[in-house]
């Protein structure tokens, strides 16, 4: 038997070692495919804060796995090489008097009231207690958590830094945390403060916000992130192989990749690490590539699958999955109660259990359709509720 650490076992022609693709959730992509727009905000966001200006605030929405986390974290790399200060926040609703929201904040940002000019700064709520930050109480989490960020923004315009937050998950917690961040925001950017709020959730966050109109809620940006058309997933497959290795990738292989993932961006990170396990050639990827790629990718998609089933609570909320597969993965909320036999009303909290677990989503009004592309071929082919799955 060969030593490994003598002589590397490889089935490709590319070192697996420097894969540069991260298919797991949250990991950046060594490329965005198809997300020029929705960079582009972001970087007009960095833009200002570098130059000291107030930019207006953006929530990235879509459903799990499309791509929000990673964004966002890539955003903060850009961010600090550029000098800027980040702080990033999780919404959890666990964390509904704010604690731990309200502590990552401070230590995050703690390095504000070191910086140049800030004795001058009147705080509403932020003073330094043996040799660390504290936040006054303001009468509610709320109301003490919305003084603390508009006293890191004054901070921040003495300092002349800018300050970017992030705030994933924004859906698990408007009422407690992005309500008065928002508010918070809405007021330092009156005041033309260098912070700037990067926010993402599930497609519907902040709808209820949007809905009652309220004021903070004008100068919020929304931008959708879809699945990736071919153009997008082309994008994410080929500049990897490009410029790591100056390997073509050809069109029988996006479309490969394209079918098998349906634009899923983390689907297509796990074409592109199993094709660059297995290419053969180290100048191209062509597709017999492709087909042994899609046999790894596959059992990983199936484990997936089988995962997400069951995360599908039992009763009502199975027969609406299985119903919903058998619809093709996407109908109107009619359909799928006519086929139950159901009332709207019955069925509701069927519907929201299966949203809330990320499931399904609504991709227009009245209507329902799976998260991930896919799932509903799935569900025909194995039949799960039948015990297709192994418990
Ligand atoms: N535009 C993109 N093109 C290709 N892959 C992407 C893109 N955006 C994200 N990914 C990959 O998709 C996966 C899921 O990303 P993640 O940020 O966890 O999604 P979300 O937070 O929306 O659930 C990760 O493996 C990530 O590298
Ligand atoms: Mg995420």
């Not at 590397?8 to 959730?25: I, K, Q, S």
């Not at 998950?169 to 007021?187: G, I, N, Q, S, W």
Request: hydrophobic letters at 40%; zero cysteines; a negative charge.
């Amino acid at each position: 038997m060969a030593n490994p650490f003598e002589q590397p076992v490889t089935t490709g022609a590319l070192d697996p070692t420097a894969n540069p693709f991260r298919p797991g959730m949250g990991r950046v992509p060594p490329d965005f495919g198809g997300r020029e727009p929705a960079l582009r905000r972001a970087k007009h966001v960095v833009d200002q804060l570098t130059r000291g200006q107030a930019p207006p605030a953006v929530l990235y929405r879509g459903v799990r796995g499309v791509g929000k986390t990673a964004l966002l974290a890539y955003v903060r790399q850009q961010a600090r090489s550029r000098g800027l200060l980040t702080i990033h926040l999780e919404a959890d609703r666990g964390d509904a008097d704010l604690t731990a929201s309200r502590e990552t904040l401070l230590r995050d940002g703690a390095a504000l009231l070191d910086g140049p000019g800030s004795t001058e700064v009147p705080l509403a709520v932020l003073e330094r207690r043996s040799g660390h930050v504290v936040a006054r109480s303001a009468g509610s989490p709320q109301a003490t958590f919305e003084r603390a960020v508009g006293d890191l923004a004054a901070l921040a315009g003495a300092a002349g830094r800018g300050v970017l937050l992030t705030v994933d998950e924004v859906h698990e917690a408007e009422e407690t945390l992005l309500k008065p961040l928002l508010r918070a925001a809405h007021r330092t950017a009156q005041d033309d403060l260098p912070i700037g709020v990067l926010l993402s959730g599930l497609p519907a966050a902040a709808e209820t916000l949007f809905d009652e109109g309220q004021t903070y809620t004008e100068r919020l940006e929304r931008v959708e992130l879809g699945l990736l058309d071919r153009d997008g997933t082309a994008e994410a497959i080929r500049s990897p192989f490009a410029r790591e290795v100056g390997a073509e990738v050809d069109e029988f292989v996006i479309d490969a990749v394209q079918d098998g993932s349906g634009g899923y961006p983390w689907f297509v990170q796990l074409w592109g690490a199993a094709l660059w396990d297995l290419a053969g050639d180290p100048t191209r990827v062509r597709l017999e590539d492709a087909r042994a790629a899609g046999v790894e990718v596959h059992e990983r998609v199936e484990a997936f699958f089988v995962d997400r089933w069951r995360r599908v609570p039992s009763g009502r909320a199975t027969r609406l999955v299985v119903t919903l597969a058998e619809l093709g993965g996407e109908a109107e909320m009619s359909e799928v109660t006519t086929a139950l036999d159901l009332t709207h009303q019955a069925l509701s909290p069927a519907r929201r259990e299966v949203v809330d677990r990320g499931l399904a989503w609504a991709p227009g009004r009245g209507r329902l359709a799976f998260t991930v592309p896919g799932f509903a071929d799935w569900v025909r082919r194995t039949r799960p509720d039948e015990g297709g799955v192994p418990g």
